[in-house]
């Protein structure tokens, strides 16, 4: 959330910034400025009310300890009216207050100055290339079609039992999906990340907290009667364990990592854009977060890159690091680095993780801070990274390593699968 005061300071340069999002800002500065100035004004007339009040009470204390009880009357129905006048204030207080935060709620983060100009993905900076893009035979197969062949994924059950996009993974395919969780998880450990097994619903204010409310309330799936968020990544939860906590600066950088399973209600379409795994209405994930010194939060972010990239080398796939625009940026990020593999049955780039820096965002919305050396409060940085999610990093396995044989299994996940061919 952005602070009312760094709004109120320079205006003009937060509607500037957020147009580089694709955001017309302006009216809603503006009200924000309006209604913070109407707080204000309004809780100084309680206070001055207040104020008169506590005179009023002790000069009719006084006037009737010397007996002068009808010259204390006036100054009773004076006290009465006040109080009146003092509830209507309260009340229309507590609505300017409410309205303030619904709107600064509408305002997304700002982007870095490093991000570039760009109104959709079309305009997106690819920063570096790695790896070597595979070549196929003419008769290769898209995953879809592969996944059949060896039956290692059933799209038609799960879409008769839940509806598309919640495929059934069966045999080898669900072996080589719980493979590449225990890999993503190990190397995360192994790298310092604590791990957590989190819930899979959150309530509204982890929602509010991490910045998917108000945003993505219709691409969220809401159990209405406990009024329970399923959760779009495990980001949610993990930065929420520690919504409203006061850190010191000895506790930082707190890292940790969670695999879950990931419900997103994003419409879809048709086609081979997000036919198969392309696109699923749930899919698995291992997601990393680190909270840290704002001082260190970029710094953490090249690191967070780095590890992201060696998880792709050690899966043998060729890939690309993007820089999103700010139109393609997400409402809570102030910078953010797509990893995409290239499918080369589908001749495209799929987006398999985004690594991203909050700032202070998604703190301030949480009220999360930690005392510096100096024991003064400030907000944290919040980051974090999707490392890795399956689905496309699934399919760009099964169509990159086809062959004549079947489908070869990367030697680094050969430990945990137990084989190193499908076929």
């Given at each position: 959330m952005l602070q009312i005061n760094r709004i109120k300071e320079d205006p003009k340069t937060i509607i500037e910034r957020l147009a580089i999002k694709q955001l017309d800002a302006t009216a809603v500065v503006e009200k924000i400025i309006a209604l913070d100035e109407k707080r204000r004004h309004t809780q100084k007339t309680l206070d001055d009310n207040l104020s008169e009040s506590n005179i009023l009470a002790k000069e009719i204390g006084l006037l009737y300890k010397t007996g002068k009880k009808e010259a204390a009357e006036p100054l009773k129905v004076q006290t009465s009216n006040l109080k009146l006048v003092n509830k209507e204030l309260t009340d229309l207080l507590d609505r300017t207050e409410k309205e303030l935060h619904q709107q600064l709620l509408l305002l997304p983060n700002l982007p870095h100055k490093d991000v570039p100009a760009g109104r959709n993905d079309t305009d997106n900076v690819v920063i570096s290339e790695h790896g070597i893009l595979p070549q196929l035979s003419d008769n290769a197969l898209p995953h879809w079609e592969l996944a059949s062949r060896y039956h290692i994924i059933d799209f038609e059950t799960g879409?008769?039992?839940?509806?598309?996009?919640?495929?059934?993974?069966?045999?080898?395919?669900a072996k080589l999906q719980r493979a590449l969780i225990s890999f993503f998880l190990d190397a995360a450990t192994d790298s310092g990340y604590t791990e957590y097994q989190t819930p899979l619903m959150v309530n509204e204010a982890s929602g509010y907290g991490t910045g998917q409310l108000p945003d993505k309330d219709g691409q969220m799936?809401?159990?209405t009667n406990d009024n329970l968020y399923l959760i779009p990544?495990?980001?949610?939860?993990?930065?929420?364990?520690?919504r409203g906590n006061m850190l010191k600066e000895s506790d930082l950088p707190i890292k940790i990592t969670a695999y879950s399973?990931?419900?997103?209600?994003?419409?879809?379409?048709?086609?081979?854009?997000?036919?198969?795994?392309?696109?699923?209405?749930?899919?698995?994930?291992?997601?990393?977060?680190?909270?840290?010194?704002p001082e260190k939060s970029y710094e953490v972010l090249e690191e967070m890159k780095s590890y992201i990239a060696?998880?792709?080398?050690?899966?043998?796939?060729?890939?690309?690091?993007?820089?999103?625009?700010?139109?393609?940026?997400?409402?809570?990020?102030?910078?953010?680095?797509?990893?995409?593999?290239f499918s080369a049955?589908?001749?495209?780039?799929?987006?398999v993780s985004s690594v991203s820096n909050f700032e202070d965002f998604q703190a301030n919305r949480m009220k999360l801070?930690?005392?510096?050396?100096?024991?003064?409060?400030?907000?944290?940085?919040?980051?974090n990274g999707s490392a890795l999610a399956l689905p496309r990093i699934l399919a760009a396995l099964l169509e990159n390593n086809q062959n004549s044989y079947g489908i070869s299994i990367p030697k680094i996940l050969v430990p945990y699968t137990k084989f190193n061919m499908i076929s």
């Open positions: 879409a008769k039992v839940s509806g598309a996009g919640f495929p059934f993974y069966v045999g080898k395919g799936y809401h159990v990544t495990a980001e949610v939860p993990l930065t929420n364990i520690f399973a990931c419900f997103r209600r994003e419409a879809g379409s048709y086609g081979k854009e997000v036919r198969g795994l392309n696109r699923l209405h749930q899919f698995d994930k291992v997601e990393i977060v680190q909270i840290v010194d060696s998880l792709l080398d050690a899966l043998e796939l060729p890939y690309r690091i993007v820089k999103l625009c700010g139109g393609d940026l997400s409402f809570t990020a102030a910078l953010t680095y797509d990893f995409e593999v049955a589908q001749q495209r780039w799929l987006e801070r930690f005392k510096n050396s100096n024991n003064k409060s400030h907000p944290v940085h919040t980051l």
